[in-house]
């Protein structure tokens, strides 16, 4: 079974409109973390934002924001006032377990296309 | 933040020949450095996890053999693609751990990524 769902493959967002990015997540740990990541055409992937499992406020990251549904088992990003550079592959990702040792599971993305 | 270099960023080569890459911490000292693989319009998927003085632990379906990781430092660790194919032609990305912050909530870092081309 996937460990963590975005069944977004594409999205389309007017500049400076906020858009929503889903992401649903499959575990039986009761510690995990969940982060989101940006990879441009370069490649490089860029750290957005982390919410632990135990964070009882939602994480936000300057116009990154994550919803956390604990409960739905979903963590979606979302971005405030979108720009150009938005434009990019975001993937969801968790990692399970007490210790940060252990490799993080990422989904299988959604393209964000951000529109003049 | 702390910073992984990856080198090469790019890299053609001919079918039947090895290729090393090599993913270091610039900053911090990496107990563990993963390896993963993405094909064009895929997810990262894990190849291996790379832990400092001991044996690489391999996904299952990733050819050990084929695909030599050692970590023989702190701040290095490198994948060599032997007998490389054209199949085996992806965009290969390491991620280190900082070893002194072991909280869940640290992002892991990750290399820029290398291009490799088997012809």
């Known amino acids: 079974a996937q460990k963590i769902t975005q069944t977004q493959p594409g999205m389309f967002v007017q500049e400076k409109e906020a858009v929503t990015l889903d992401c649903t997540y499959d575990t039986s740990d009761q510690s995990y973390g969940l982060f989101w990541y940006k990879q441009p055409s370069s490649g490089e992937m860029i750290f957005l934002i982390y919410?632990?499992?135990?964070?009882?406020q939602n994480a936000t990251e300057g116009r990154y924001s994550l919803n956390f549904q604990k409960a739905r088992k979903s963590a979606n990003l979302v971005i405030s006032a979108s720009q150009l550079g938005d434009s990019a592959m975001y993937f969801c990702?968790?990692?399970?377990?007490?210790?940060?040792?252990?490799?993080?599971?990422f989904g299988k993305g959604t393209r964000l296309s951000v529109i003049a | 933040g702390a910073v992984v270099s990856q080198h090469p960023s790019r890299v053609i080569c001919k079918s039947g020949t090895s290729v090393k890459i090599e993913c270091r911490s610039l900053?911090?000292?990496?107990?563990?450095m993963f390896w993963y693989r993405q094909f064009p319009k895929q997810s990262l998927m894990l190849m291996a996890t790379?832990?400092?003085?001991?044996?690489?632990?391999?996904e299952q379906g990733v050819e050990k053999d084929k695909f030599l990781i050692n970590h023989a430092s702190l701040t290095l660790s490198t994948l060599t693609v032997t007998s490389a194919h054209p199949e085996d032609s992806s965009f290969y990305i390491c991620s280190a751990r900082d070893g002194n912050r072991p909280l869940m909530n640290t992002e892991a870092f990750f290399g820029q990524g290398t291009r490799l081309t088997v012809v």
């Open positions: 790379s832990n400092e003085g001991s044996k690489a632990t391999y």
């Open positions: 900053d911090f000292q990496a107990t563990t």
């Open positions: 919410q632990g499992s135990y964070d009882e």
């Open positions: 990702a968790m990692r399970e377990g007490r210790t940060g040792n252990t490799p993080l599971v």
